[in-house]
């Protein structure tokens, strides 16, 4: 069982991507949520051409013409959708997943098209078996289709950028006491623990504490700051850095 979700991509350009992999779960919903939209649209279609035909004493033409749409549908939806919206179907929209090349750029017609086609390898013998067994094994939580055609399913994440910094819980006046007089940080240290206190209510303790003690130890030596934990050394040298240890 995969516990680590994400995947880190380094570009020749030396810029570095992390993407959250979408498992199995949401890709199900999301695929269960197209299959829906499917049934529906061919419903509403075989009941136009149904009335049509039928007054028209036509009703084999009809029943051949809904035959074309349902093979049109069933092997190329998630290729148009695909190929329109970047990546998405409607269901993917709604899971906030996207298809996306192995290095993390937009996928391509042939892409889509290739990994939409194999779709039926990843169905057998039954239940869409292959293609568990596939994410399973797989690091990237592939299926068939995704390998041979190079792409990898993500979830976007959507937040909020230039979020508000905030000190929680605000510095206290017995921390204030013992911090020292000036404490300089580099814009690229200032930069790292903005970023660490925007995210931080969505990590729990530990993982917070794993993070802050990237940068925690060496910023105590060099400033002086000291604290319980890693997570209040960076953020009591960020606040005493930028004025915000002060008093409203």
């Given at each position: 069982?995969?516990?680590?979700?994400?995947?880190?991509?380094?570009?020749?350009?030396?810029?570095?991507?992390?993407?959250?992999?979408?498992?199995?779960?949401?890709?199900?919903?999301?695929?269960?949520?197209?299959?829906?939209?499917?049934?529906?649209?061919?419903?509403?279609?075989?009941?136009?051409?149904?009335?049509?035909?039928?007054?028209?004493?036509?009703?084999?033409?009809?029943?051949?013409?809904?035959?074309?749409?349902?093979?049109?549908?069933?092997?190329?939806?998630?290729?148009?959708?695909?190929?329109?919206?970047?990546?998405?179907?409607?269901g993917k929209m709604a899971m906030s997943l996207r298809a996306v090349r192995l290095d993390g750029s937009p996928g391509r017609f042939p892409d889509f098209l290739l990994r939409n086609l194999l779709r039926f390898a990843d169905f057998l013998p039954v239940g869409f078996g292959v293609g568990a067994l596939c994410m399973v094994v797989d690091s990237r939580m592939r299926r068939l289709g995704d390998m041979v055609a190079g792409t990898v399913v993500v979830v976007e994440e959507r937040t909020r950028v230039l979020g508000e910094v905030r000190i929680a819980p605000p510095v206290s006046e017995d921390e204030r006491r013992t911090l020292p007089a000036r404490v300089d940080l580099t814009r690229s240290e200032l930069d790292i623990i903005e970023a660490f206190l925007r995210r931080r209510s969505k990590l729990s303790d530990a993982r917070a504490e794993e993070l802050a003690w990237m940068l925690g130890p060496q910023l105590s030596e060099a400033t002086g700051v000291e604290a319980p934990t890693w997570e209040r050394v960076i953020t009591l040298a960020y606040a005493r850095a930028t004025g915000k240890d002060r008093l409203p």
């Open positions: 069982m995969l516990l680590d979700t994400t995947a880190t991509i380094d570009t020749p350009e030396r810029v570095r991507f992390v993407h959250r992999l979408a498992g199995p779960g949401p890709r199900a919903v999301a695929y269960l949520i197209d299959t829906v939209l499917r049934m529906v649209f061919l419903s509403f279609v075989g009941v136009i051409l149904t009335l049509t035909f039928t007054l028209t004493g036509l009703e084999g033409v009809g029943t051949g013409l809904w035959l074309l749409l349902l093979f049109l549908v069933e092997w190329f939806y998630g290729v148009l959708f695909e190929t329109l919206l970047a990546g998405r179907t409607p």
